[in-house]
């Protein structure tokens, strides 16, 4: 099969068409591709019946603050949850993907995370899930509880056997839940995958609920790469959708079949501490034409502490360790000149005024990647401010020493992870679209 090019298209869609169904929008599963779409798309049962662009990108970066903490517990191993990722990995996630599971096929919209390993669903039965429409294991034939002398009992937290089935606690946020560790056939896009292990959730505590599970992309042992490996190789790709264009959706290439050839890559670097996060060699960072000074160490890749670059599909800002921060913030507003600064949120570089704003590059061993305005700009059409989205990681921690590639920046890119290889790829990767008259961008 022939590499798949992504052209830039123009697209004027009629102001009465279905956007949803539009074959223009839609991008159905196919080979071993799957649609991805913004939690906000007219095509995820979880879209908010008011969306305001603006005001979600204010709440989630309040938001982005309680996941980089649980980023930063885990690095420091403070906290060990290799299956489901809690209240706050929920809360932050924004991407979904269409998953079938059980025979016949139910389809779950569960949520993307390159962080975390495995997968978790609540299930049918489940005192305390909420509405959120769980997996009815009990009608799929193909459904069956994990034994306790299985191996992959001993790969979940806090195991328990009262019965001969493995179960384990776990909590999240202000929530607790109680699972079953199960296997079932799992279908993305046209390929079915028989026995696939997975938390099936019976009882939840705890006001905020996870909606239809979350599908792990890191690499521990009951991650989708491990159980998938003869199948994909340890090898996908995502491209993610732009905010700016919920009606359009992105897409998740599985295995080594149809990704970008052309292309450079950084070496993947390997913290056994945190095997599941994609650590990269992040060298430098230019404003402009000018490499911007930042400490040796507050780039430094350092297994022991945790220390270093990640790449992660559910922190929506990119947060820098406060020295590379303030240095990039320093340089940023220097070639801006006398443009009065001002904060909105937790954004503390915004302008009132119109600017063009130098182009930031982060600098990886081997590949650079160069970010377009709206990756790294947001606008507030209620104030006419504009605000560089990027922060520093929150707090004075000690531990705070971990610099993550938010999904904001990562918007529009086709991102690669070569497992196997040990590598990592980013390229540009988007379509200009018109939508209701206004240009837009979706890859």
């Known amino acids: 099969m022939k590499p798949i090019t992504l052209l830039s298209l123009l697209i004027l869609l009629p102001l009465s068409t279905s956007l949803c169904d539009h074959p223009l929008r839609r991008r159905p599963d196919r080979d071993s591709t799957l649609e991805i779409l913004h939690l906000n798309s007219p095509c995820s049962p979880f879209r908010s019946s008011t969306p305001s662009w603006e005001n979600d990108i204010l709440l989630m970066e309040s938001k982005d603050r309680t996941r980089l903490a649980y980023l930063t517990s885990l690095v420091a191993g403070r906290s060990i949850v290799p299956i489901a990722s809690g209240r706050q990995i929920i809360q932050s996630t924004n991407y979904i993907v269409r998953v079938k599971v059980g025979t016949p096929p139910q389809t779950m919209f569960m949520a993307l995370d390159s962080s975390n390993d495995a997968a978790w669903m609540p299930c049918d039965g489940c005192v305390g899930c909420g509405g959120a429409g769980g997996f009815a294991s009990g009608k799929s034939s193909s459904f069956k509880s994990v034994g306790c002398k299985a191996s992959q009992c001993a790969q979940v937290p806090n195991p328990t056997c009262g019965g001969t089935s493995c179960t384990f ?7 607790a ?12 896009a046209v390929d079915a995958i028989s026995g696939y292990t997975f938390g099936c959730i019976q009882k939840a505590t705890g006001a905020s609920l996870p909606s239809q599970g979350l599908l792990g992309l890191g690499r521990g042992p009951l991650s989708l790469l491990s159980q998938t490996q003869s199948l994909y190789q340890s090898t996908f790709s995502y491209c993610l959708p732009s905010y700016k264009s ?14 970008p050839k052309t292309i450079k890559f950084t070496p993947l670097l390997r913290n056994p501490r945190r095997s599941s996060f994609y650590y990269v060699d992040l060298v430098g ?20 502490t945790g220390a270093g670059t990640i790449f992660d599909s559910g922190t929506m800002f990119t947060r820098l360790v406060q020295p590379a921060y303030n240095a990039v913030r320093s340089e940023v507003r220097r070639q801006m000149g006398n443009a009065m600064v001002s904060s909105l949120g937790g954004f503390d570089t915004c302008y009132s005024v119109p600017i063009v704003v130098p182009t930031i590059t982060f600098m990886f061993r081997g590949m650079n990647m160069s970010l377009p305005p709206d990756n790294f700009i947001i606008h507030s059409s209620s104030t006419s401010i504009s605000c560089i989205a990027m922060a520093a990681s929150p707090g004075d921690d000690i531990n705070n020493v971990l610099n993550v590639i938010g999904n904001m920046q990562q918007q529009n890119h086709r991102v690669l992870f070569d497992v196997p290889n040990s590598r990592l790829a980013v390229a540009h990767n988007a379509q200009m679209v018109v ?3 206004e240009l837009v961008t979706s890859c």
């Open 435 to 437: 939508l209701s008259h």
């Open 246 to 259: 919920l009606n359009f959706s992105g897409s998740l290439r599985l295995g080594p079949v149809a990704q």
């Open 177 to 188: 839940m109680s699972a079953t560790l199960s296997q079932d056939t799992i279908t993305l």
């Open 169 to 175: 606690n776990m909590t999240y946020g202000t929530s």
């Open 285 to 304: 960072i230019r404003v402009g034409r000018r490499v911007v000074d930042i400490p040796a160490s507050a780039l430094k890749f350092d297994p022991s």
